[in-house]
């Protein structure tokens, strides 16, 4: 049986978190009433004349040094040319002869293994408007025509589905650390292209491309690409040919479907936008938009200071979560992990909630991290105080503890009672052969009169002297 080499390439289309739109002052608001976040350059009414989004560019500046691309230090946006109903003027604003940014690469990691996916360029550009087809009419929603788009082009590099979701992955992920889009592919904020052909292995020539438009899942993408290639590999083990096409992907059915079948390239009939003159970025503005950690540099740090691969990969998958968690002020990193999980976590849980949604102030976290490192309350108590935390409004959380009776007792005069309580003269024989089991029966005693509100610690060490001083 022949092999055939899988050859993948990605576009994606990210949404960017702007306050307003690409070219116009309009808002850039997702699930506003239809409609109502547009004015007269949305809309394309005669005489209005674009103005570039400095954010925008900025946004582009930040992803380009992400990805190590070079930076083009001269701004220039082109028209490309195309009539549907979704964009108003009969062109859209894009960057196709000089991208923001282009020869990067992004890092991934699959199997525990890192590999370079190259990537060809990142452009500026607009959305369309959103389309609702209904079953004899079509609505538009022009909300989100002119919204700031960057697209990020793969190189054709990437060789299974595998690779794909985890390509698509760290380009989330890095949208979400530098701030610059929310990456919801449910929303719409991050949408991906699958470009497939095959070809026999060492093949110069690549096969017939067909393309996926708009996915909008990780399970998609990967449930696409695998029905793609099996489908592709059946029609060249049978000598059928595969028609250059443009698909979707159908989740009822778990197939692609096609939408047309091109029969030659398009051309848009690019040219430079006339009404944009071409914009200088000086060096002092490259070199003052500066990163927020990357994805691969949270991912170490959270190595060194975490030290738990389960802990780590719910961090790095969880941007919100990382942030509340790295919010926390404590210096033992790793201890923190293990009680903010252990205790934190399993309470939201347990509620069918976020930890975000618990709604427990970081410095009351913080407090009750103090009173159990100072011993004023066990780790017993600990667990039950972070159980009242949700939704308690009050600077400091001394209240709780005194009305829950949460505070540890270390009084020693009042352990040396319960020692005595405890203990009977038959004991001594047996801690001189065997004091381990003597010491924990005593202090099992001990424990329960205090109602498990003891200090361990000392409690443990005055048991300990009291024996020592009877045995002698």
């Given at each position: ?51 570039v ?27 490309k ?22 020869d ?19 452009h ?10 209904n ?195 404590y ?15 399993q309470?939201?849980?347990s ?13 009351h ?34 209240k ?73």
């Open positions: 049986m022949i092999n055939f080499e899988v050859i993948i390439g990605i576009e994606i289309h990210l949404e960017l978190n702007t306050k307003t739109k690409m070219f116009s002052p309009a808002a850039n608001i997702f699930g506003a009433e239809a409609n109502t976040t547009i004015n007269q350059i949305d809309l394309a009414y005669p005489g209005t004349l674009p103005l989004n400095k954010e925008a560019v900025i946004s582009g500046i930040k992803l380009a040094k992400a990805l190590k691309m070079e930076i083009d230090q001269e701004l220039h946006f082109d028209r040319n195309y009539f549907y109903p979704d964009l108003p003027k009969g062109y859209q604003i894009t960057q196709f002869y000089r991208p923001i940014g282009k990067g690469f992004l890092p991934i990691k699959l199997n525990n293994q890192i590999k370079e996916i190259a990537i060809e360029r990142i500026l550009e607009e959305d369309t408007a959103r389309q609702h087809h079953s004899d009419y079509t609505e538009l929603d022009y909300n989100r025509a002119g919204v700031p788009l960057i697209e990020i082009v793969s190189r054709p590099v990437i060789h299974s589905a595998d690779e794909a979701v985890a390509y698509i992955d760290m380009i989330r992920r890095i949208a979400l650390s530098l701030g610059i889009s929310d990456a919801k592919m449910e929303n719409g904020s991050l949408r991906a292209d699958i470009n497939i052909s095959l070809r026999p292995y060492g093949y110069p020539k690549f096969g017939t491309k067909v393309e996926i438009k708009n996915m909008n899942t990780f399970s998609n993408v990967k449930s696409a690409i695998e029905y793609e290639i099996a489908l592709q590999t059946q029609k060249i083990l049978n000598n059928e040919e595969i028609l250059q096409q443009t698909k979707r992907f159908d989740e009822a059915s778990q197939s692609n479907i096609v939408m047309r079948t091109k029969t030659g390239e398009v051309d848009y009939n690019y040219f430079p936008e006339p009404n944009i003159p071409f914009i200088k970025l000086s060096d002092s503005f490259i070199n003052n938009v500066k990163l927020n950690e990357l994805p691969w540099e949270i991912e170490e740090r959270y190595r060194q200071e975490v030290k738990n691969e389960i802990y780590v990969n719910s961090l790095i998958n969880d941007l919100t979560l990382a942030k509340y968690f790295d919010s926390i002020k210096p033992d990193r790793e201890k923190l992990a293990k009680l903010f999980f252990a205790e934190i976590v309470l939201a849980n509620e069918n909630k976020h930890v975000i949604d618990l709604n427990i102030q970081i410095n976290i913080e407090q009750a991290l103090k009173l159990l490192d100072d011993e004023i309350i066990s780790g017993k108590s600990f667990k039950k105080l972070i159980t009242l935390l949700p939704n308690f409004d009050v600077e400091n959380i001394e709780l503890i005194e009305e829950h009776n949460l505070k540890q007792i270390s009084d020693k005069q009042i352990i040396t009672e319960w020692i005595l309580n405890s203990y009977k003269d038959e004991m001594i024989n047996d801690y001189v052969q065997r004091p381990e089991r003597v010491i924990k029966q005593i202090l099992g005693q001990v424990m329960k009169l205090s109602g498990g509100q003891v200090n361990p610690k000392i409690a443990n060490d005055l048991v300990i002297e009291f024996l020592e001083n009877h045995k002698k």
